[in-house]
């Protein structure tokens, strides 16, 4: 097993595919957010919500998901939006990750009585990245070469299911609005509205909305439901992400790619296991999944890993070499590594890198590999030329970075 020392891991370019805005505050921020919005929180220090919300382990999913409640109702504000997309830009520009495609529901941050429309908390998303992008692509270090630019994009998630209580005002209100038609109904209404909003703003702000993505409770909500969406997207050159197999078998896996158009899939983490399946004109198992396995290798549907979040969320993952990631490596599947959640997960680009060279056979080459697909795969926003391009000086510096820390790239 090759051991890669952990200079060479923080000072490589990096990307971020699977990134969650309202996972990923910074906890002195939600502090401050929390006390000025008098948002109740179980604590009010570091030490406090480390102890009670943001662990370093989870005993299950729901544990987990507890803290966004906290983060989501800080983000209800529009300057609180602004200021932990900056923050987030410059907490991964400070780890040389030069690439980020946040994601979040808009729908749970908005309140349209309070001005927190679809287009103000796009708005102030992107102003938060873009400040921190000019701030760092002007500094001396980039106009001298020394180091990349910074980009980014946005990933605009539908709930795959909201109530009407307890998600946000927006969702209460739109339940109300529906309060005589079925559940699903009310769950894709809500999606088709956020998918037509994000198209909008996109091509008449300029926004980089550069994905949609399908979050929140898996199982009972698979992708398949929500294909019309998808098929909106695809028809207005909008990229797609979904996250699948995450909490549900592989036919999750199956309807992101079939019928959702899946350019890429959130954790992928059941597409190995036979026992998950849950369909049943599934007759032979193991001859579907080897097939799905093929196909998404062959058509390099990139899957975006969060090695730490499985840990956390997923008990039968008992120790980290356990992960299917092996699997996925040993497919030679594209792959690129993510945090998904910074805060929640405790985690940084660097750390899920380390963990995966530590923890598994990763030569040279494709850790170079594991590099590139972050960029190749993803969906910049401009021209295939220049995306092109960009991602080749990318891995150009890739290389000078491993000569300069003695990686030989074989
Ligand atoms: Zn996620």
Same mark, same amino acid.
């Given at each position: 097993?090759t051991?890669?020392?952990?200079k060479?891991?923080?000072?490589?370019?990096?990307?971020?595919?699977?990134?969650?805005? &309202?996972?990923?505050?910074?906890?002195?921020s939600?502090?401050?957010?929390?006390?000025?919005?008098?948002?109740?929180?179980?604590?009010?220090?570091?030490?406090?919500l480390?102890?009670?919300?943001?662990?370093?382990?989870? =005993?299950?999913?729901?544990?987990?998901?507890?803290g966004?409640?906290?983060?989501?109702?800080?983000?209800? &504000?529009?300057?609180?939006i602004?200021? =932990?997309?900056? @923050?987030?830009? *410059?907490?991964?520009?400070?780890?040389?990750?030069?690439?980020?495609?946040?994601?979040?529901a808009?729908?749970?941050?908005?309140?349209?009585?309070?001005?927190?429309?679809?287009?103000?908390?796009?708005?102030?998303?992107?102003?938060?990245?873009?400040?921190?992008?000019?701030? $760092?692509?002007?500094?001396?270090?980039?106009?001298?070469? =020394?180091?990349?630019?910074?980009?980014?994009g946005?990933?605009?998630?539908?709930?795959r !299911? $909201?109530?009407?209580?307890?998600?946000?005002?927006y969702?209460?209100?739109?339940y109300? =609005?529906?309060?005589?038609?079925?559940?699903?109904?009310?769950?894709?209404?809500?999606?088709?509205?956020?998918? /037509?909003?994000?198209?909008?703003?996109r091509?008449?702000?300029?926004?980089?909305?550069?994905?949609?993505?399908?979050?929140?409770?898996?199982?009972?909500?698979?992708?398949?439901?929500?294909?019309?969406?998808?098929?909106?997207?695809?028809?207005?050159f909008?990229? !797609?992400?979904?996250?699948?197999?995450?909490a549900?078998?592989? @036919?999750?896996?199956?309807?992101?790619?079939?019928e959702?158009?899946?350019? /890429?899939?959130?954790?992928?983490?059941?597409?190995?296991?036979?026992?998950?399946?849950?369909?049943?004109?599934? !007759?032979?198992?193991?001859?579907?999944?080897?097939?799905?396995?093929?196909?998404?290798?062959?058509?390099r549907?990139?899957?975006?890993?969060?090695?730490?979040?499985?840990?956390?969320?997923?008990?039968?993952?008992?120790?980290?070499?356990?992960?299917?990631?092996?699997?996925?490596?040993?497919?030679?599947?594209?792959l690129?590594?993510?945090?998904?959640?910074?805060?929640?997960?405790?985690?940084?680009?660097?750390?899920?890198?380390?963990?995966a060279v530590?923890?598994?056979?990763?030569a040279?080459?494709?850790?170079?590999?594991?590099?590139?697909?972050?960029?190749?795969?993803?969906?910049?926003?401009?021209?295939?030329? &220049?995306?092109?391009? *960009?991602?080749?000086?990318?891995?150009?510096?890739f290389?000078q970075?491993?000569?300069k820390?003695?990686i030989?790239?074989?």
């Open positions: 097993m051991k890669y020392n952990s060479f891991i923080q000072e490589m370019p990096k990307t971020d595919l699977h990134l969650h805005l &309202d996972g990923s505050l910074r906890i002195p939600l502090i401050e957010m929390a006390r000025a919005g008098n948002i109740k929180m179980p604590s009010y220090t570091e030490e406090g480390k102890e009670t919300v943001f662990k370093s382990h989870y =005993a299950n999913l729901g544990e987990y998901l507890h966004f409640q906290y983060t989501c109702a800080a983000l209800r &504000d529009l300057e609180n602004e200021r =932990a997309s900056y @923050e987030l830009a *410059w907490d991964n520009i400070n780890e040389n990750v030069y690439y980020i495609e946040v994601r979040f808009p729908q749970l941050m908005m309140d349209v009585e309070k001005g927190l429309t679809f287009e103000a908390v796009m708005i102030a998303s992107n102003k938060g990245f873009e400040k921190a992008k000019k701030e $760092f692509n002007n500094s001396a270090e980039v106009k001298s070469g =020394a180091r990349p630019e910074f980009h980014y946005i990933i605009s998630c539908a709930m !299911k $909201f109530g009407p209580k307890g998600y946000s005002p969702y209460t209100n739109f109300k =609005a529906m309060e005589y038609s079925k559940e699903m109904d009310v769950l894709r209404a809500g999606a088709m509205q956020m998918v /037509r909003a994000a198209v909008k703003v091509d008449e702000l300029a926004i980089p909305i550069v994905s949609i993505d399908l979050a929140g409770q898996e199982d009972g909500y698979p992708p398949g439901k929500f294909k019309d969406i998808y098929a909106y997207a695809h028809q207005h909008m990229h !797609k992400t979904v996250h699948a197999g995450e549900y078998g592989a @036919e999750s896996i199956f309807q992101a790619i079939t959702c158009y899946a350019d /890429r899939i959130g954790h992928g983490y059941y597409l190995f296991n036979e026992d998950k399946i849950m369909d049943e004109t599934v !007759k032979d198992k193991k001859k579907y999944l080897e097939s799905l396995i093929s196909f998404v290798a062959d058509k549907t990139t899957i975006e890993v969060c090695l730490t979040s499985n840990l956390q969320t997923n008990p039968s993952i008992q120790n980290i070499k356990d992960h299917n990631f092996k699997h996925m490596l040993a497919n030679r599947m594209s690129t590594i993510c945090t998904d959640n910074r805060l929640v997960s405790d985690t940084t680009v660097t750390k899920e890198f380390q963990l530590d923890n598994f056979t990763i040279p080459k494709h850790l170079k590999d594991l590099v590139a697909y972050g960029f190749k795969k993803s969906f910049f926003f401009g021209n295939y030329i &220049d995306k092109r391009n *960009w991602a080749k000086s990318m891995m150009k510096h290389d970075v491993a000569s820390n003695g030989e790239i074989v």
